[in-house]
């Protein structure tokens, strides 16, 4: 499985992104039966998880420094993980990466993640 990330840039604190992970890969292999998350890496830390939706998307959970800010959601029809950003801080500044866990339900801990993405920046200017 391959995922292709998108959506990162530029932003001024305040502002809003939003993240796209589409996932491809041989044989039609999809990521509907998987759950589905995001984590991040500012340089110097240790990748960290932001936010994870289960394999239908009726469970989602947030790190406790973006509950009420970011809001996961996912296109099963569409192989596709999104991550709405916004009232985004300096501090959310970092790569972020979307990932497959290995289950129905969000990998919440990187040893848990099956497939990752290539990453995409996220800078937001004071």
């Known amino acids: 499985v391959q995922l292709q990330a998108s959506g990162g840039g530029l932003v001024q604190t305040g502002g809003s992104l939003r993240l796209s992970c589409g996932a491809s890969?041989?044989?039609?292999?999809?990521?509907?039966?998987?759950?589905l998350g995001w984590f991040r890496q500012a340089p110097g830390k240790e990748r960290e998880f932001v936010a994870g939706?289960?394999?239908?998307?009726?469970?989602?959970n947030y790190a406790d420094s973006v509950k009420g800010r970011f809001t996961i959601s996912r296109d099963n029809a569409k192989n596709t993980v999104f991550l709405q950003m916004d009232s985004l801080k300096p501090e959310d500044t970092a790569v972020y990466y979307c990932?497959?866990?290995?289950?129905?339900?969000?990998?919440?801990?990187?040893?848990?993640?099956?497939?990752w993405g290539q990453g995409t920046q996220v800078t937001v200017s004071s």
């Open positions: 990932a497959v866990s290995r289950s129905a339900m969000a990998a919440s801990r990187p040893e848990y993640v099956n497939y």
């Open positions: 890969g041989a044989s039609g292999r999809t990521i509907s039966n998987n759950g």
């Open positions: 939706i289960s394999w239908k998307g009726g469970t989602t």
